[in-house]
C-alpha cells in the first residue's frame, strides 16, 4: 500500500493525468529502466553488500558472521599484506602513469608535425595499446625469458648477463612497468593529446614566433598550459587505470617472485577466491575504493591550480 | 574541452597541412623527423612481429640461442596443433558468443538509456546521470564477490550469463555516456517532427535518431567488442570447466603445462610454440578491426576526450 501512496505521489508531482510533460516523464523512466535494472542488481546491490559483508566473517560454507570493525582492523594490524600491496600499487602507478603520458604526449606531437605517412605511423602507435592484455603478458613473458628470451640475447651481445626479469625479485616491478609503457605510450592517450595539441590557436604560437620564443619556450608556455584540460582528463585516468592493474601482474608475475609484484587487486582476489575468506576480501575492496575516490577528488580538487580552461577567466 | 573535438580533423592529420608549407621545414629536419618516428615504430611493432615468428618455429628452434629471428621453415601446422591439444574451437566460440551478444546488449541498452537521458524531463534524471558516470570509477573488486554469490545461487557459475546479461541491462556507463553526447548534439526539432506526425518515442528513437547516431554507435559498438573479447578478470571467476572457458582464460592452460613440469617442457618438448599462435590468433581479430574501422578509433579516443 505504502509503496503504491509513493509511486502515485511520484506521478502526480509529474503533471496532471494526461499531460504532455507528464507522458514524457512516463517515457523516460522506460527508458530508464534496463540501466535502473542492471544498476540495482550488478552494482548497487552488490556495493550494499560487500558493505554489509566487511563487517562479517564469510567463508561462504557457513553463514556469515558479524564481527564489527575486526576485517578494518586486521587489515591494518596483522594482515602484513595489505600495506605492502598498495606501496606497490601505488609504486607501479607514481612511475607509469608519468612516463606513459609524457610518452603519449611526446607520439602525439610527434604525428602533430604532419610528416607524410602520419597515418601510417598513427596505426603503428595505436596498436601496441589494442593488444589483449592476457596476449601482452604473453608476448612479453616470452621476450624477456631469462635463457632464449630476445631481450637476454641483445644484452648478450654487448657482454652484458640479463637478469631473470619477470622471475626476479629485483626486476619483476620495472618489466611490468616497462610493459605497462609499451602499452599505455600511444593508442587512445595519444589521440586525445593530438586532439588537444590541435586545438591551440596557432595565433598564440605566431605571437611567440614573433617575441622570439624558442621551441622549449613555446612547449612550456603555450603548449602545455593550452593542453592542461587533455593532461587532466588522461592523468585521471590513467591514475585509475593503473592503481586497477590486474591481467598482465596476474599472468606475467602471478604477484611474485616473494609478493615482489603483489599488487592490491591480487591481494584482494587471493582472499576472496583462493582462500575465500569473502568477508575480508569486501573489508579491503572497500578500503580501496575509498582510496580511489578520494585520489580522484583531490585530483580534481588540485587541478583548479593547474588546469587552464579557454575562456573561463574572459568570463 | 568541445572546442578540442570541433578543432579536431583527422584529415589534417593524415597529412595535407598545406598551411603549414610557410614554416621553414629543413630537409633534414624533416629527415630526423622520419627516422625518429620510423625507429619508434619499429619499436612499437617489434614484439609483435616476434611473437607471429616465434608462433610458426618448431619447439626445438624455439630454445636456441641466438633466437633466429625467422623460423627456418614456417610451421603452419603450429595453428592446427592448437585445435588437437586443447579445446580451441570451443574457446573461439565462448569467445565470440560473450563479445557479439554482449556488445550488442551493450550498444541496444546503452542506446535506450543514452535517449532517456538525452530527450525526456523527469525528476531525478541528472542525479541518475551523474550516478552513471561515478560507476566508471568503480574498481571490480568491489561488487565483484556479491556477483559471484547471487550469480551463484541462481545456477549462473559457468556459463557465459554471468557476462553477457549485465550488458542487455544497462550497456556501461561510458557507452551511455557518448551515446547521450551525441543524440544531445542532434538538433530537437528532429525528433519533435517526428512526435508531432504521430510517431510513438520509439519510433522516433529508431527511424529517425539511430540513422543519425551510427558513428556514435559504431564506436561504442568497438570499444564494448574489444573489451569483451579482452576480459580476463570476470571470465576467470565465474567460468571454470575447461570446455567453457574463453580464450583469455583459454589460453592460460598453455602456460601452466609448462609451469607444472618446471620449465615449460612437456615430454621433452616446450610448447610455447602453442602459446605464442594462441597470443597471435587472440590479437589479430583486434587489429582487423582496427584495420576495419580506423576512423571510429579515432572518433572513439576523441570523444571520450571531450568530457574532460
Known sequence: ?315 | MSAVAANFDHERVAGGGAEHVGRQHSRRRQMLLHALTLSLSLFAMFPFIWTVASSLKTPSELVLFPPPLFPYAPQWGNYLELWSVVPFGRWLWNSLVFTLVGTLGSVVSATLVAYSFARFKYPGRDVFFMITLATIMLPVEITIIPQYILFFNIGWIDTLLPLIVPQWLGGGAFNIFLIRQFIMALPRDLDEAALVDGASYLQTLWYVLLPLCVPALATAAIITAIANWDAFLGPFIFLNTKDNLVLAVGIREFQSVGAATGGAVVGGLRRDHLLMAAATLMTLPVILLFFACQRYFVRGAVMSGIKG
Open chain 1, 1 to 315: 500500500m505504502a509503496r503504491q501512496v509513493g509511486i502515485a505521489a511520484a506521478f502526480s508531482s509529474l503533471g496532471p493525468p494526461g499531460s504532455r510533460a507528464r507522458r514524457e516523464a512516463i517515457a523516460g523512466y522506460v527508458f530508464l529502466l534496463p540501466w535502473a535494472i542492471g544498476f540495482t542488481l550488478f552494482v548497487a546491490g552488490p556495493l550494499v553488500a560487500s558493505a554489509v559483508l566487511s563487517f562479517t566473517a564469510f567463508d561462504v560454507a557457513r553463514p556469515p558472521r558479524f564481527i564489527g570493525l575486526e576485517n578494518y582492523i586486521n587489515a591494518f594490524t596483522t594482515d602484513d599484506r595489505f600495506i605492502d600491496s598498495l606501496k606497490l600499487t601505488f609504486f607501479y602507478a607514481i612511475v607509469s602513469v608519468p612516463l606513459a603520458l609524457f610518452g603519449s604526449l611526446m607520439l602525439a606531437m610527434l604525428l602533430n608535425q604532419r610528416l607524410r605517412g602520419t597515418s601510417f605511423y598513427r596505426t603503428f602507435f595505436f596498436l601496441p595499446s589494442l593488444t589483449p592484455a592476457v596476449a601482452v603478458a604473453i608476448l612479453w613473458t616470452w621476450l624477456l625469458q631469462p635463457d632464449v628470451g630476445l631481450f637476454n640475447y641483445l644484452l648478450s651481445l654487448v657482454g652484458i648477463q640479463g637478469p631473470k626479469w619477470l622471475g626476479s625479485t629485483e626486476w619483476a616491478m620495472p618489466s611490468l612497468i616497462v610493459i605497462a609503457l609499451w602499452t599505455g605510450i600511444g593508442g587512445n592517450r595519444m589521440m586525445i593529446f593530438l586532439a588537444g595539441l590541435q586545438g591551440v590557436p596557432q595565433e598564440l604560437y605566431d605571437a611567440a614566433d614573433m617575441d622570439g620564443a624558442g621551441t622549449l619556450q613555446r612547449f612550456r608556455h603555450i603548449t602545455l598550459p593550452m593542453i592542461s584540460p587533455t593532461m587532466f582528463f588522461n592523468l585521471v585516468l590513467g591514475v585509475i587505470a593503473a592503481l586497477k592493474v590486474f591481467t598482465v601482474a596476474f599472468i606475467a608475475t602471478q604477484g611474485g617472485p616473494a609478493f615482489s609484484t603483489w599488487f592490491i587487486t591480487l591481494h584482494i582476489w587471493s582472499q576472496a577466491f583462493k582462500y575465500l575468506e569473502m568477508g575480508y576480501a569486501s573489508a579491503l575492496a572497500w578500503l580501496f575504493t575509498l582510496i580511489l575516490l578520494v585520489l580522484t577528488a583531490v585530483q580534481f580538487k588540485v587541478a583548479k591550480r593547474w588546469v587552464y580552461y579557454e575562456g573561463e577567466d574572459a568570463r
